[in-house]
């Protein structure tokens, strides 16, 4: 077994899971995952048409799950992008444990 972030990869799949049956989680990963790169929180929110109190309540167990990454500060406020190696991994997992 081995860890991405702090999500064990054995784990990943159903976070994933768990994530994407969320409706504002999923919206903001798409986001991440689709307009790639670094995102501000006002940006994020805008194309996922949530508020940002609605992101900032969300950023957070999408942080703790691996998928988002805080990556630096532009200007006063943070920057995010999704983390492309543990979605790849959680995908994987999911096949897996179809296949298996």
């Known amino acids: 077994m081995i860890e991405i972030g702090r999500i064990r990869v054995e784990d990943a799949g159903k976070k994933l ?3 994407l ?3 504002v989680k999923s919206k ?3 986001v991440l995952i689709r307009d790639g790169g670094q995102l501000n929180p006002t940006e994020i929110s805008k194309r996922a048409g949530i ?7 969300h950023v957070h167990d999408l942080k703790a799950d691996g998928f988002v990454v805080y ?3 532009v200007g ?3 920057v995010y992008e999704a983390n492309q ?3 790849a991994d959680a995908l994987e997992d999911i096949t897996d444990h179809e296949a298996g």
């Not at 940002?52 to 309540?57: G, I, M, V």
Request: aromatic content about 4%; charged content about 35%.
């Open 51 to 57: 508020d940002l109190e609605t992101f900032e309540e």
């Open 17 to 19: 899971e768990t994530t």
């Open 21 to 23: 049956d969320d409706e």
């Open 76 to 78: 006063n406020g943070p």
């Open 71 to 73: 990556t630096l500060i």
């Open 85 to 87: 190696d543990a979605i």
């Open 28 to 30: 903001l990963l798409t």
